[in-house]
C-alpha cells in the first residue's frame, strides 16, 4: 500500500512538474495557453500598439505537430466588418469550412477589419493597417502552429478580392498561390507581379463588381507575360464564393499551384430561348437604375412663351373650380345695423389664355386668362334688430366679355423629386364692364320694411361695391391653383422619346424622368432631370437602385439660351446598357438584327473559314448563333476633336467587349441537344459624324457617318467542354467577319439614320433645328416651326387667319407662285374669302398647305400638301 502511494505522489509530481515546464515555454515563446482543439474554429487575440484584435483559427481534424501544413489566409467582404472576430466566418470560405470541418484539409486564419470608415476597395491593401495586421497575425499562426511557410495560400471576396490582388500587385513573393473572387485592382500596376499563381474567379451577373474588373487584371497579368488562371461563372452573381469554394478543384490547385494560363467561362449562348425584347406595358414600375444629370433642358422666355398657348389644354379640368369658405359683412340702411352672410359659395371658370414668363432669379411670373368665371353664393342671410331676410342664389359672372388677368408670380424650386411653386404674390384686377351680378332667386323676409325688391336691390348693390373684396376672394384661391398645378407636373414616360434614338437591337429601357435642379433668370428656365430605368424583372430588382452620376454643365451656362435646347449626357449609354448586360438581355439571335448585317455567322461555309475545325462536322450542321453584348457601351469625343458646326457633330463610339456565342447540333436531328462550340470576341471603336438633314415635310433626319475603318481587335476561344481536334483560327476571317457585318450595319438601320418628328407639348408643336456635340453633353436646339401656305393657281387668293385666342386677322392675299409662311406652335383657323360658299379649316402647325384648281369648281381651294 505504501508503495503504491509513493507511486502516485512521484507520478503526479511529474505530471506537475511537466505541466509547469509546459507552461513556461508557453510563456516565453508567446503562445497562448488556450487548448489546440482539431477540427474546430478558435478564436484568439493579437495584441499590437491600437489594442487588442479578435481572430480565428481554424485546425484540421487530423491536425498534429508532428507535420508541416498548408495555411490559407482569408481577406473578408465589405459586410463582415467588426471587433466581434467571429462575423466574417458566416460568409465566404468560413461559411464552405464550417460545414466541412471533418474533411478540409488546410489551417486557415481568418483576421477580421475593425475599421469601418476606410476605403472598401483599400480596406486590405498590403501596405494599409488592416492588411499588415493581417499579415503579422498570420506570422503570429505560424510561430504557433506547424505551418508549412512555402505553402501559404491568400484568398479574398469582394473588398478581400480587391485586398488579394493589391497583395500580388505589392507582395508576390509572400505566398504561393492568391485566389481572388470578386475583386479588381489597378491593372497598370500588376506587370511586375508576372510569376505570381493567381486563379482568379467572378459571376458574370455580378451587380456590384463588374465582371470587367477581374478580366482588366487578368489580361494585364497575360499582357505582362504572366499565365494566370481565370474562371467565370456565367449565371453566378456577387456571391460567386457559394460555387468557387464548394469547387474540390480549386484546393487540388492549392496543394500544387501553377502558372498554366487556364481560362474557364462557359458560353454566353443560350440556343432556343427567346431573347427578352419587350415587357407587359402593366408590369409595374420598379427601379433598377438611377443617373443623376442625365438631361439639362433650357426654356429660354422665347420658347415659353411658345408652349404657353397649350396651357388652356394642359392645366386639369377642376383647376377653376372650387369652393369658398363662407364670408360674414355688415351694412348699414336707414340708420340700422345688418349683418349679412354669404354661405355654400362655389366658384367655376375657364382659362382662355396662358403665359409664363421668367423675370428674374427664382421669380417666374404666371398669366392666367380667365373667362366665364361664376361666383354662386348659394344663400345669403340678413340679420338685424326685429328684421331679416333670407336670400337663394345669386350668381356674379366675372369676364364674360374678356378675358381678366390673374398674375401669379411664384418660386420654382424642387422637393422629393417634384417641382414645387412658392407663392410670392398675385394681382387680380376686374373692370365694371366685365362684371354682373344677378338678383337672388328668392327673397324670404321678416320685419318692418324688408320688402323682397328692398333687400335684392340692396344685396346687388353693395356686392357690384364690393368688387375690391371679390378680387380679395379670387386672389385666396390662388394657393389652391398652385397646388393643383404642382399636381400636374408629375414624372413623365419618355420610353416613346427613346424607341426612336435607342441604338441597338434588344430590349429597350423603359425610362421615367424627374426633377432635381431649378433655377431662373430674366430670360429663361433651366432644369436639370434625373433619370430613371425600371428593372426588367421587377421581381429581381436590387434593393437600392444602382446609382450614376453624369458630369454635365452648369445649369447656368443656359443662361443667354431664350428658345428651347435639350443637353443629354455624353454617357448616358454605358449606365442603360450596364443595366442590360446584369440583366443578361443584352443578347440577339443574328437573324434577328435587321438588315440581316451578322447573317453570316451563322453561315457554316463564313464560319468554317475562321474556325476549321467547323469543318468536320460536314454540311449536315445547325448553328445556332447570338450577338451578346459583355459590357457597356461608351460615349466620347475623339482626339482633337473641335467641331463647332451646329448642324453636324462629332463622336467616337466604343464597345468594350461583345461576342459572337455559338452553339451546334446535327441538322436533321431537331430533338439532339445543342452543344456549346465557341464565342469570338470583339471590342470595336470607331468615330462617327451625326448630321442633322431635312426630311420630308417638317420632319428632321439623324444620320450617322462613320468614318474610315472600325478598329477592332478580336479573339476566339472554344467550350471549355468542347473537345477539338484542332484548335487552330485564322484571325483575320474573323476580323473580316466584324468588320464587314459591322460596315453592313451601320450603313443602314438605327445606325445608319434615324427620322425624327416635331415634339408636342399639348397644343404647341416644336420642331428639332440644331444638334451640337460638346463633350460631355449632347445639345438639342428646338425651334417654332413654319406653317406654310402656297398658291399654285393663276388667279389672287384671299383668306383670313386667326389663332386659338384671337380674332380673325387679314385678309392675306396671295399671288400666282407666291407663299406665306407662319412661325407659329399653335393650330391655326382658316377662313376662305375667294370662294362661296366660305369654307373654314384647321391648320395644323409645321404643315403645308396649297391653293389648287378645284377638280369640280374650277376655283381655286386650298389642299393639304404635307407629306
Known amino acids: 500500500?505504501?508503495?503504491?502511494?509513493?507511486?502516485?505522489?512521484?507520478?503526479?509530481?511529474?505530471?506537475?512538474?511537466?505541466s509547469f515546464l509546459t507552461l513556461l515555454l508557453l510563456f516565453v515563446t508567446g503562445q497562448s495557453t488556450q487548448a489546440q482543439t482539431p477540427g474546430d474554429f478558435q478564436q484568439r487575440l493579437f495584441e499590437d500598439e491600437d489594442g487588442q484584435h479578435k481572430y480565428s483559427v481554424f485546425l484540421p481534424r487530423k491536425y498534429s505537430p508532428a507535420k508541416k501544413w498548408p495555411v490559407i489566409l482569408f481577406l473578408h467582404g465589405a459586410g463582415e466588418r467588426g471587433t466581434d472576430g467571429r462575423k466574417h466566418l458566416n460568409t465566404g470560405l468560413g461559411s464552405y469550412v464550417q460545414e466541412n470541418k471533418s474533411t478540409f484539409p488546410f489551417v486557415v486564419v481568418f483576421p477580421q477589419c475593425s475599421d469601418k470608415k476606410v476605403p472598401i476597395l483599400s480596406a486590405w491593401a498590403a501596405n494599409s493597417e488592416n492588411g499588415e495586421r493581417a499579415w503579422k497575425i498570420l506570422q503570429e499562426v505560424e510561430r504557433n502552429f506547424s505551418i508549412d511557410p512555402e505553402r501559404r495560400i491568400l484568398t479574398g471576396w469582394s473588398m478581400g478580392g480587391y485586398g488579394v490582388w493589391d497583395w500580388?500587385?505589392?507582395?508576390?513573393?509572400?505566398?504561393?498561390?492568391?485566389?481572388?473572387?470578386?475583386?479588381?485592382?489597378?491593372?497598370?500596376?500588376?506587370?511586375?507581379?508576372?510569376?505570381a499563381r493567381v486563379w482568379a474567379f467572378h459571376g458574370r451577373k455580378d451587380a456590384l463588381v463588374p465582371v470587367s474588373r477581374s478580366r482588366e487584371m487578368v489580361e494585364a497579368m497575360k499582357a505582362?507575360?504572366?499565365?494566370?488562371?481565370?474562371?467565370?461563372?456565367?449565371?453566378?452573381?456577387?456571391?460567386?464564393?457559394?460555387?468557387?469554394?464548394?469547387?474540390?478543384?480549386?484546393?487540388?490547385?492549392?496543394?500544387?499551384?501553377?502558372?498554366?494560363?487556364h481560362e474557364f467561362r462557359d458560353l454566353m449562348v443560350r440556343p432556343g430561348a427567346t431573347p427578352v425584347t419587350r415587357v407587359d406595358e402593366n408590369t409595374p414600375f420598379i427601379t433598377d437604375t438611377e443617373i443623376s444629370s442625365a438631361v439639362h433642358l433650357r426654356l429660354g422666355n422665347e420658347m415659353l412663351k411658345a408652349l404657353s398657348y397649350s396651357i388652356p389644354a394642359r392645366v386639369p379640368r377642376n383647376l377653376l373650380r372650387g369652393s369658398i369658405p363662407n364670408i360674414s359683412d355688415y351694412t348699414t340702411a336707414e340708420g340700422r345695423s345688418f349683418s349679412v352672410y354669404f354661405t355654400n359659395i362655389t366658384y367655376s371658370g375657364k382659362i382662355r389664355r396662358g403665359l409664363v414668363q421668367a423675370t428674374s432669379q427664382n421669380n417666374v411670373l404666371l398669366q392666367l386668362g380667365l373667362e366665364d368665371i361664376n361666383l354662386l353664393i348659394g344663400t345669403t342671410h340678413v340679420?338685424?334688430?326685429?328684421?331679416?331676410?333670407?336670400?337663394?342664389?345669386?350668381?356674379?359672372?366675372?369676364?364674360?366679355?374678356?378675358p381678366v388677368w390673374l398674375n401669379i408670380r411664384v418660386e420654382p424650386y424642387v422637393k422629393n423629386r417634384q417641382i414645387r411653386l412658392r407663392w410670392i404674390s398675385s394681382g387680380f384686377s376686374i373692370s365694371r364692364d366685365n362684371f354682373s351680378v344677378s338678383w337672388p332667386a328668392g327673397v324670404s323676409t321678416r320685419g318692418l320694411g324688408m320688402t323682397r325688391e328692398r333687400v335684392s336691390r340692396g344685396l346687388v348693390t353693395g356686392l357690384y361695391n364690393s368688387r375690391g373684396r371679390i378680387e380679395n376672394e379670387v386672389i385666396s384661391v390662388v394657393p389652391t391653383i398652385i397646388r393643383k398645378l404642382e399636381e400636374n407636373l408629375q414624372t413623365q414616360d419618355v420610353t416613346t422619346l427613346v424607341q426612336d434614338f435607342w441604338p441597338l437591337p434588344v430590349y429597350r429601357?423603359?425610362?421615367?424622368?424627374?426633377?432635381?435642379?431649378?433655377?431662373?433668370?430674366?430670360?429663361?428656365?433651366?432644369?436639370?432631370?434625373?433619370?430613371?430605368?425600371?428593372?426588367?424583372?421587377?421581381?429581381?430588382?436590387?434593393?437600392?437602385?444602382?446609382?450614376?452620376?453624369?458630369?454635365?454643365?452648369?445649369?447656368?451656362?443656359?443662361s443667354d439660351e431664350s428658345k428651347l435646347e435639350v443637353a443629354v449626357g455624353a454617357n448616358i449609354l454605358e449606365p442603360l446598357s450596364a443595366m442590360l448586360v446584369r440583366s443578361d438581355v443584352a443578347r440577339v439571335h443574328v437573324h434577328d438584327i435587321p438588315?440581316?448585317?451578322?447573317?453570316?455567322?451563322?453561315?457554316?461555309?463564313?464560319?468554317?473559314?475562321a474556325i476549321p475545325e467547323l469543318k468536320r462536322f460536314g454540311s449536315d450542321i445547325e448553328i445556332w448563333s447570338e450577338l451578346v453584348l459583355t459590357e457597356p457601351l461608351r460615349v466620347t469625343t475623339p482626339p482633337g476633336s473641335d467641331d463647332t458646326n451646329e448642324t453636324a457633330s462629332r463622336m467616337r463610339f466604343v464597345i468594350p467587349r461583345a461576342v459572337i456565342s455559338l452553339a451546334i447540333r446535327p441538322q436533321e436531328k431537331e430533338d439532339a441537344p445543342w452543344q456549346h462550340f465557341a464565342e469570338l470576341e470583339a471590342t470595336?471603336?470607331?468615330?462617327?459624324?451625326?448630321?442633322?438633314?431635312?426630311?420630308?415635310?417638317?420632319?428632321?433626319?439623324?444620320?450617322?457617318?462613320?468614318?474610315?475603318?472600325?478598329?477592332?481587335?478580336?479573339?476566339?476561344?472554344f467550350a471549355p467542354d468542347f473537345d477539338a481536334e484542332s484548335r487552330k483560327t485564322n484571325r483575320k476571317e474573323i476580323d473580316r467577319l466584324f468588320r464587314e457585318s459591322w460596315t453592313a450595319w451601320t450603313r443602314t438601320g438605327a445606325l445608319a439614320e434615324t427620322t425624327v418628328g416635331h415634339v408636342d407639348f399639348g397644343t404647341s408643336r416644336l420642331m428639332l433645328e440644331k444638334i451640337h456635340w460638346n463633350d460631355p453633353a449632347f445639345r438639342l436646339g428646338f425651334e417654332v416651326p413654319s406653317t406654310v401656305i402656297r398658291n399654285r393657281t393663276d388667279k389672287i387668293v384671299a383668306y383670313k387667319i386667326k389663332g386659338p385666342n384671337s380674332i380673325f386677322g387679314g385678309p392675306y392675299k396671295l399671288g400666282p407662285g407666291e407663299e406665306h409662311e407662319f412661325e407659329v406652335p399653335y393650330t391655326m383657323t382658316y377662313r376662305g374669302l375667294t370662294a362661296t360658299p366660305r369654307r373654314q379649316y384647321q391648320l395644323a402647325p409645321a404643315s403645308e398647305f396649297e391653293f389648287r384648281v378645284g377638280r369640280k369648281s374650277g376655283r381655286p381651294e386650298l389642299y393639304n400638301a404635307s407629306p
Open 595 to 609: 438588315e440581316g448585317a451578322f447573317a453570316r455567322f451563322a453561315l457554316r461555309e463564313e464560319l468554317s473559314k
Open 224 to 261: 505582362s507575360g504572366g499565365k494566370p488562371r481565370y474562371s467565370e461563372f456565367a449565371n453566378a452573381g456577387h456571391d460567386v464564393w457559394k460555387v468557387v469554394y464548394a469547387d474540390e478543384d480549386l484546393y487540388k490547385w492549392m496543394r500544387n499551384p501553377v502558372n498554366d494560363g
Open 168 to 195: 500580388v500587385r505589392n507582395v508576390p513573393d509572400r505566398f504561393a498561390a492568391f485566389v481572388p473572387l470578386s475583386g479588381g485592382g489597378d491593372s497598370e500596376q500588376i506587370s511586375g507581379s508576372k510569376q
Open 684 to 717: 470595336l471603336t470607331q468615330d462617327v459624324r451625326v448630321d442633322l438633314e431635312d426630311d420630308e415635310g417638317a420632319k428632321r433626319r439623324f444620320r450617322m457617318s462613320w468614318s474610315g475603318e472600325p478598329e477592332i481587335e478580336t479573339n476566339v476561344r
Open 509 to 558: 429601357p423603359r425610362l421615367k424622368v424627374w426633377p432635381e435642379k431649378i433655377v431662373t433668370d430674366e430670360n429663361g428656365i433651366s432644369l436639370a432631370l434625373g433619370l430613371s430605368a425600371a428593372a426588367i424583372d421587377p421581381s429581381r430588382a436590387p434593393e437600392k437602385p444602382y446609382q450614376y452620376q453624369l458630369p454635365m454643365p452648369e445649369l447656368t451656362e443656359f
Open 383 to 402: 340679420r338685424g334688430k326685429r328684421r331679416s331676410a333670407t336670400a337663394g342664389a345669386i350668381n356674379v359672372r366675372i369676364g364674360h366679355n374678356r
Open 1 to 18: 500500500m505504501m508503495c503504491l502511494n509513493e507511486y502516485v505522489c512521484q507520478t503526479r509530481l511529474r505530471i506537475s512538474v511537466f
